[in-house]
């Protein structure tokens, strides 16, 4: 697992091993990655990101690799947030870095804390496949005011599931599928913020 463009191109990332909570952290696929990243284009510029269900980080990371300007890490293991940490370092975004612990099935609200008055301009929703997390999240980010003015939302899970046309302020704009990973990506139409 590597960075795949930017400023960091080319740096390894650390990434899970076998231990039963590590199994929970399933890190996005540099290909499937790639071609997310192809499909988001001059969006990332200048973005503010925020990466749910983070695992590695390296949705935020590659993000932050190809200009974004600052990152919000979010994920409820210690093991995640770990590796979210060393990868950090090892990219040298620390100064546009935060890493937070927190259980997204207990709720989302705290994120207006961290969005501001500008929102956030580039969200990733990557929870473990299958389980409906992803679309609770949507609900969620669709309801509150966390997204900026046309910023994008995307949700990735298996790739035969299902997401709703509209979710509160976020309008499906694209579906990509990558073997066995789907994205979901949504626009917001005036902003939530």
């Keep these: 697992m590597r960075i795949i463009a930017g400023t960091s191109r080319g740096r390894k ?14 890190p996005t696929a540099d290909r499937a990655r790639e071609a997310l990243f192809s499909v988001i284009g001059d969006q990332v510029l200048a973005a503010r990101v925020l990466d749910l269900y983070a695992g590695t ?14 990152a919000l890490f979010v994920d409820c293991y210690q093991k995640a947030l770990d590796l979210i940490g060393r ?10 870095s935060v890493v937070i612990r927190r259980d997204l ?3 989302h609200f705290f994120l207006k804390k961290f969005a501001g008055t500008k929102g956030f301009s580039l969200v990733f ?18 309801a509150g005011n966390f997204i900026s003015p046309g ?3 995307i949700a990735e899970d298996i790739p035969r599931e299902e997401f709703p046309e509209v979710v509160g302020g ?12 789907g ?3 949504y626009r917001a139409d005036t902003g939530n913020v």
């Design 57 to 70: 980080g390296a949705l935020g990371l590659e993000a932050l690799s190809r200009g974004a300007d600052s």
């Design 105 to 107: 099935t207990k709720g």
């Design 87 to 96: 990868n950090i370092a090892a990219c040298g975004f620390s100064d546009c």
């Design 125 to 142: 929703i990557d929870p473990p496949y299958g389980k409906k997390m992803a679309l609770s999240a949507l609900r969620a980010l669709g």
């Design 170 to 181: 976020l309008r499906l704009q694209d579906i990509r599928r990558y073997g066995d990973t």
């Design 151 to 153: 910023g994008l939302v």
């Design 13 to 26: 990332l650390f990434s899970p091993g076998r231990s039963s909570q590590v199994s929970l952290i399933r």
């Design 183 to 185: 994205f979901w990506i």
